[in-house]
Nanobody
Framework: QVQLVESGGGFVQPGGSLRLSCAASGSIFSTFAMSWYRQAPGKQRELVAAITARGSTNYADSVKGRFTISRDNTKNTVNLQMNSLKPEDTAVYYC?????????WGKGTLVTVSS
């Protein structure tokens, strides 16, 4: 069992930055692919960024060049650095841990981008 707890959400003006963190329990964190998803009001949950167990990354086109995902296997954390935020980035952001036959979600953290 893996428990995920997100933090770092909040209110920011357009053009600002936020750093989300996801803390994971369990000693096998390094074997999981980690991802950040988001869900805006009235929309489906979408993949924002992912990082494999080996450190390869993948980003949604809408955030490329603005967001950076990273992981620290010594601290069991995955981070999402979000720069140049736009109002359309407003959503609840969820952390996900996945490996074959295993899939875990955090409860989410709200990011609001508004002037």
């Amino acid at each position: 069992q893996v428990q995920l707890v997100e933090s770092g959400g909040g209110f920011v003006q357009p053009g600002g930055s936020l750093r989300l963190s996801c803390a994971a329990s369990g000693s096998i964190f390094s074997t999981f692919a980690m991802s950040w998803y988001r869900q805006a009001p009235g929309k489906q949950r979408e993949l924002v960024a992912a990082i494999t167990a080996r450190g390869s990354t993948n980003y949604a086109d809408s955030v490329k060049g603005r967001f950076t995902i990273s992981r620290d296997n010594t601290k069991n954390t995955v981070n999402l650095q979000m720069n140049s935020l736009k109002p359309e980035d407003t959503a609840v952001y969820y952390c996900n841990a996945a490996r074959p036959k295993m899939d875990y979600w955090g409860k989410g953290t709200l990011v609001t981008v508004s002037s």
